[in-house]
């Protein structure tokens, strides 16, 4: 483009954020540009795909592995070589890309720290930009922060101790309204990786690193397949060596848990690994089933542990097929947080975590999610029992897994059912994420567990689910009860009222709890299903 020609990117109806210009330069919104025009129809085709192929399991109650992909899951391939920055994953931290979040992840000990734009993130313009900002600030080792209510400062430690970063964009199903190409929204996960990609690839290949990626949500191989593209295609426009990327991808939604192989296949040449996003892979099942019947209703879900047939199926079969094919297999998130004032509460917490990471270490991951840093030493504490100086156990292959399409939605077997505290519990969490992200936090602390959107999400999709199917509640105080909408409302209606007398009337009308509240009885009972809950909570999103 000649020089101080107008960028191909309309900023759009957004408050400028304290030195967005560094982030929004000429050479990077033409980059945004560019990937939208080439990778935007793409990604439509592959929305409107989700479409149908819910509509299929809608029409059968069932799912399968692809027989039109039996070839890549019975050939000799692996992924490609792992980079030394990410051969060992044992502990893995995550987190919103604010600034006190940047260092204290930078300064936890752990091996990675997922920086997300994602869950953890709700999508305000200063999240968006502000958090490139810190991304590039950590690197160049300028970033600092001060706690305005504290006065506590925070401030990098050593350089060789930061971890290696895995950026995670948003997912698919969201656009960035604040940017257009043509007048068209541009996918928020290009926006995410694109800026983040244009600034740092190169950055960090001289680190050392590079530019490392989760990838959210995917629902199928085809749209690993659009993603492996996009790599190819960012490398050559910035100039770095094909190879650079590494992608990890979240297996959180039922439909990509029969794609395992496929998905790691496309990516192959980029692909680092496989993770079980636990939370939102339950509420993938719930999307997909709703309406299957009642051996597709799941209990309250706090009663479906890892321990549960359909899930050990799911996570067993990840592990296998990460070490067959070289790539690491990552486990789920302990959401536990730590409260040092209550000693016994926070042993009860960490022997939960332990007793979590326990299991997965023993099972075969590499590695796993912690929210907080004080359990950064006690997941370490877990794998390093059964690594020892080892940097991961891609060794074991797990040969013993053998996992049928059944035993992966067998969720009947699960050994737990509804309850009347279920369901509050799924109102109040709900209504306080919802509550929260409105004010533009995505990470939230509820009832001692670190939350994000997926947690949200089978929230109001359990209450959705629950209400349609008809599901009776035995432990009601009035005895049995039915979910309707009406029980629902009550539910939600006596929160409010109860929250309101908790925060007075000043801090209630000061937060955004009144529309958190119709927000989420909106889309746990409205007669259409909402796909993302995060589609309509972004309009409303300052």
């Not at 007075?504 to 259409?528: I, P, S």
């Not at 909402?530 to 972004?538: D, G, H, K, R, V």
Request: charged share 25%; with cysteine; net charge negative.
């Amino acid at each position: 483009m000649p020089a101080g020609a107008p960028s191909a990117v309309e900023i759009v109806a957004a408050t400028p954020v304290e030195r967005q210009e560094e982030v929004l330069t000429d050479g990077a919104l033409d980059f945004l540009a560019a990937l939208h025009r080439r990778f935007t129809p793409s990604r439509d085709e592959l929305m409107a795909q989700r479409t149908e192929r819910r509509a299929e399991i809608a029409r059968t109650s069932t799912i399968g592995f692809l027989p039109t992909t039996a070839d890549v899951r019975d050939g000799d391939w692996t992924v490609a070589d792992c980079p030394p920055a990410l051969e060992d994953r044992r502990v893995e931290i995550t987190g919103p890309t604010d600034r006190k979040m940047t260092i204290n992840a930078c300064n936890s000990g752990a091996k990675v720290w997922l920086a997300d734009f994602e869950d953890a993130s709700a999508p305000t313009w200063e999240n968006v930009v502000g958090g490139q900002l810190n991304l590039i600030a950590a690197y160049e080792r300028t970033i600092d922060f001060t706690d305005e209510s504290s006065g506590k400062s925070y401030k990098l430690g050593p350089a060789e101790q930061m971890p290696a970063v895995v950026m995670r964009p948003r997912g698919w199903h969201l656009d960035e309204r604040h940017l257009r190409v043509d007048g068209e929204q541009v996918p928020g996960a290009l926006v995410d990786f694109g800026l983040y990609f244009f600034h740092n690839a190169q950055r960090l290949l001289d680190m050392g690193k590079g530019p490392y990626f989760y990838l959210p949500k995917l629902e199928s191989h085809l749209e690993a397949r659009l993603w492996n593209e996009i790599f190819v295609f960012a490398q050559d426009y910035c100039g770095v060596p094909q190879g650079s990327v590494r992608a990890t991808v979240l297996i959180e939604t039922i439909t990509a848990a029969y794609e395992m192989e496929e998905i790691l296949y496309e990516l192959r040449d980029h692909a680092s690994g496989l993770n079980a996003g636990r939370w939102d892979y339950l509420f993938s099942i719930v999307k997909n089933f709703r309406d299957a019947g009642p051996s597709f209703v799941l209990p309250d879900r706090n009663a479906v542990t890892m321990t549960a047939p359909f899930m050990r199926a799911y996570t067993e079969l990840l592990v296998r097929t990460c070490h067959k094919r070289g790539a690491h297999a990552i486990g789920g998130m302990a959401a536990q947080i730590p409260n040092r004032r209550d000693p016994e509460a926070n042993e009860k917490a960490f022997a939960k975590v332990r007793a979590d990471k326990d299991r997965e270490a023993a099972d075969g991951f590499d590695g796993s999610w912690v929210a907080h840093p004080d359990l950064v030493p006690v997941a370490q504490e877990s794998f390093d029992a059964v690594l020892g100086d080892r940097p991961n156990q891609k060794d074991r292959l797990r040969e013993d897994v053998e996992v049928t399409a059944e035993e992966l939605i067998d969720v009947a077997s699960t050994d737990a059912v509804p309850t009347y505290a279920g369901l509050r519990n799924a109102v109040q969490v709900g209504t306080r994420y919802i509550e929260a992200w409105l004010r533009g936090s995505g990470a939230v602390a509820i009832f001692g567990l670190m939350e994000d959107a997926a947690t949200a999400e089978i929230s109001r999709s359990q209450i959705w689910q629950w209400v349609n199917a008809g599901v009776v509640l035995r432990d009601a105080p009035e005895g049995e009860l039915r979910v309707t909408p009406e029980l629902v409302r009550r539910v939600a209606d006596e929160d409010l009222t109860e929250l309101r007398t908790e925060l007075g009337d000043e801090t209630f009308e000061a937060g955004e709890w009144q529309r958190a509240h119709e927000l989420l009885l909106r889309v746990a009972l409205d007669e259409k299903y909402e796909p993302f809950l995060t589609l309509p909570a972004y309009e409303l999103l300052g």
